[in-house]
């Protein structure tokens, strides 16, 4: 019988299914930067907006299948990893001219997927799971969470531990896009470099749309 080890294990389904959760994540992580450029229409807005999301009856199961994905995608990632490891004893392909084959974003991107994880942690622990002040608008009591976000981004070590995690974060992104297309089959001489600056385009716009709010806390309010 096909079992669940199996199905993680069959080359076909394992890159099919890393590029499906990276790729819903990748569609997440986008809303949630154009959600939180939201602060830039002031407290109301931001917490209004936080508010309607927080209290959408979709939210629980968008949060599962979030959950669960992350955990495939990071779980399909290390046996790949691992095979890969194993297959390779020199680990990396040389090019004629020396010069190792692959990127460094593409050899790194278990180190920097360990990264995302740990970001992610501790991220909730800070926003998500943090502070919980209340304020009311038309006597609606909300979270107040423009306070939690501009507070937090006050502060010298967050603005700077934000700007280096999200600039990772990017990388990640950035290889990720590509890869997903090429597990799902794409690999033309003719798209692949079109597909890899839509990559590198993605992670910009993403990372510099996170990177706006440290900037404009710290330094512009
Ligand atoms: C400047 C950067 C960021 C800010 C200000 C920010 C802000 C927030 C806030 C305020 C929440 C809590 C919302 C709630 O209580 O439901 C949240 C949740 C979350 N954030 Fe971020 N975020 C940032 C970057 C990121 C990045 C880069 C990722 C992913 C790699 C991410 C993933 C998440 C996830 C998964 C949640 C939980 C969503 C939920 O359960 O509803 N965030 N973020």
Redesign the pocket.
């Known amino acids: 019988m096909f079992s669940l080890v199996d199905f993680l294990t069959s080359f076909l389904w394992r890159k099919a299914l890393m590029a499906a959760t990276g790729f819903t994540w990748m569609a997440f992580?986008f809303t949630?930067m154009l959600g939180?450029l939201m602060v830039f229409a002031g407290p109301q807005t931001y917490n209004r907006y936080?508010y309607l999301?927080?209290h959408n009856p979709m939210?629980p199961v968008a949060?599962l299948l979030?959950c669960v994905f992350v955990i495939l995608h990071a779980t399909t990632g290390i046996i790949l990893w691992h095979l890969n490891f194993r297959a390779k004893p020199k680990k990396y392909a040389v090019s004629a001219k020396g010069s190792k084959a692959s990127p460094v974003a593409a050899r790194t991107m278990i180190f920097s997927g360990a990264f995302?994880a740990a970001?992610?942690v501790f991220?909730?622990a800070t926003?998500?799971y943090g502070q919980n002040t209340i304020v009311v608008y038309d006597g609606q009591p909300m979270r107040d969470?423009y306070l939690?976000?501009s507070t937090a981004f006050k502060s010298n070590a967050y603005v700077a531990w934000?700007l280096i995690a999200?600039a990772l974060?990017g990388v990640h992104l950035s290889h990720g896009f590509a890869s997903a297309f090429q597990s799902l089959g794409v690999n033309h001489p003719r798209y692949t470099p079109v597909i890899q600056f839509l990559g590198i385009a993605y992670a910009v716009v993403v990372s510099c749309g996170?990177m706006a709010?440290?900037i404009y806390f710290k330094f512009f309010l």
């Open positions: 992580v949630h939180n936080s999301l927080i939210l949060e979030l995302v970001f992610l991220h909730l926003f998500k969470l939690l976000v934000y999200l974060i996170f709010l440290p």
